[in-house]
């Protein structure tokens, strides 16, 4: 939990990524699979690589905290939550490789946390294809201080979220108050999409919403106990498509007063704010309730909002309180 002791300015800042500057290159151990590395260009910039290609150019706000700090104070951000590059998570390669990346991960995140306990908390990272493995690491990241719970995929290789075989990860996190953070990968992005240029546009935010609508309609998440589920991205087009798959609900034989009905149930999943357009915000307050809208910005990268308020900046007084502040604060 996050301390909401208001009068303390700012935004809580609920999905922003981080990495750490010396993370190791695992394809020497396990040269079978594909890993991100981190290859370092000068004092501020560095190309995270995947599968030993250049995926994406980064710069030191990854993983500088000064230079964090500093951008937090500029855009009124009181407290990042950090979480991995998704990229990062690695579900395809071995359990026992993404396990040991995932907890490199969660020390890097531990010692920032630590060091700046005011402005720090964080998301840690499980090997989800060892169901397992992930709880333990979820045990263990809700045991360090600063960590209020876990980032994952939208689905674990082929595996998707609403399959029982990870049913027991998603008790524990119910168990333990974890709050899970649902952030698609453009590695999941069908090659379709991604030849037509549109994987950040759409092809992420399609990813979240046939997890989230498979965690709704498939019975997961009414067999399984309340746990805080938050999807990024404002949900994707769930909320644009909550009418059709209840309609589909309904035509399947659940009755129209089901309390599994799919817009019933979506009031227990979260949603970030991360929208850029207020119109589409207001409809994911609406879908998803009040209380369960957090800010969001995906800093440090491009899909910043600009200025990071933008959105926001339309809801009334009280509404904008609640997603930048006691919403987390309270959870």
Same mark, same amino acid.
């Given at each position: 939990?996050?301390?909401?002791?208001?009068?303390?300015p700012?935004?809580i800042d609920?999905?922003?990524?981080?990495i750490?500057?010396?993370m190791?290159?695992?394809g020497?151990?396990?040269?079978?699979d594909?890993?991100p590395?981190?290859?370092?260009t000068?004092?501020?910039?560095?190309w995270?690589a995947?599968?030993?290609?250049r995926?994406?150019?980064?710069d030191?706000r990854?993983?500088?905290t000064?230079?964090?700090?500093?951008?937090?104070?500029?855009?009124g951000?009181?407290?990042?939550?950090?979480?991995?590059?998704?990229?990062?998570?690695?579900?395809?390669?071995?359990?026992?490789?993404?396990?040991e990346?995932?907890?490199?991960?969660n020390?890097?995140?531990?010692?920032?946390?630590s060091r700046?306990?005011?402005?720090?908390?964080?998301l840690?990272?499980?090997?989800l294809?060892?169901?397992?493995r992930?709880?333990?690491?979820?045990?263990?990241c809700?045991?360090?201080?600063?960590f209020?719970?876990v980032?994952i995929?939208t689905?674990?290789?082929?595996v998707?979220l609403?399959?029982?075989s990870?049913?027991?990860?998603?008790?524990v996190?119910a168990?333990l108050?974890?709050?899970i953070?649902?952030?698609?990968?453009?590695q999941d992005?069908?090659?379709r999409?991604?030849?037509?240029g549109?994987?950040?546009?759409?092809?992420?935010?399609v990813?979240t919403?046939?997890?989230?609508?498979?965690l709704l309609a498939?019975?997961a998440?009414?067999r399984r106990?309340v746990?805080?589920?938050?999807? &990024?991205?404002?949900?994707? &087009?769930?909320?644009?498509l909550?009418g059709?798959l209840?309609?589909?609900a309904?035509?399947a034989?659940?009755?129209?007063?089901s309390?599994?009905?799919?817009?019933?149930?979506v009031r227990?999943l979260w949603?970030?704010s991360?929208?850029?357009?207020d119109?589409a915000?207001?409809?994911?307050v609406?879908v998803?309730?009040s209380g369960?809208?957090?800010?969001?910005?995906?800093?440090?990268?491009?899909?910043?909002?600009?200025?990071?308020?933008?959105?926001i900046?339309?809801l009334?007084?009280?509404?904008r309180?609640?997603?930048?502040r006691?919403?987390?604060?309270?959870?």
């Open positions: 939990m996050i301390a909401n002791t208001d009068p303390l700012g935004i609920v999905h922003t990524h981080a750490d500057a010396e190791p290159d695992f020497a151990a396990y040269p079978q594909c890993w590395s981190l290859q370092r000068d004092e501020t910039g560095a995270l995947f599968g030993g290609r995926y994406r150019r980064i030191h990854s993983w500088s000064t230079a964090r700090l500093a951008d937090m104070d500029r855009y951000v009181a407290v990042q939550v950090l979480s991995p590059i998704p990229v990062t998570l690695c579900y395809r390669a071995c359990a026992h490789g993404a396990a990346l995932a907890a490199l991960q020390d890097f995140f531990a010692r920032v946390t700046h306990p005011d402005r720090f908390t964080a840690g990272a499980v090997a294809q060892d169901p397992d992930a709880v333990d690491e979820l045990r263990r809700m045991q360090t201080r600063g209020l719970g980032e995929g689905r674990v290789a082929d998707e609403a399959d029982p990870l049913d027991r990860f998603f008790g996190a168990e108050g974890a709050f953070l649902v952030h698609p990968s453009d992005v069908p090659a999409v991604r030849e037509l549109l994987g950040f546009g759409a092809g992420m935010p990813e919403t046939l997890a989230a609508a498979a498939g019975g998440l009414a106990p746990a805080r589920i938050c999807l &990024a991205h404002g949900g994707g &087009a769930l909320p644009a909550i059709r209840d309609k589909a309904v035509m034989g659940i009755p129209v007063d309390p599994e009905l799919p817009s019933r149930l227990r949603c970030d991360l929208t850029y357009r119109t915000l207001h409809e994911a609406d998803f309730g369960n809208v957090v800010f969001g910005s995906d800093y440090p990268f491009a899909a910043m909002p600009e200025p990071l308020d933008d959105v900046s339309t009334s007084a009280d509404l309180h609640k997603i930048c006691s919403n987390l604060g309270a959870a």
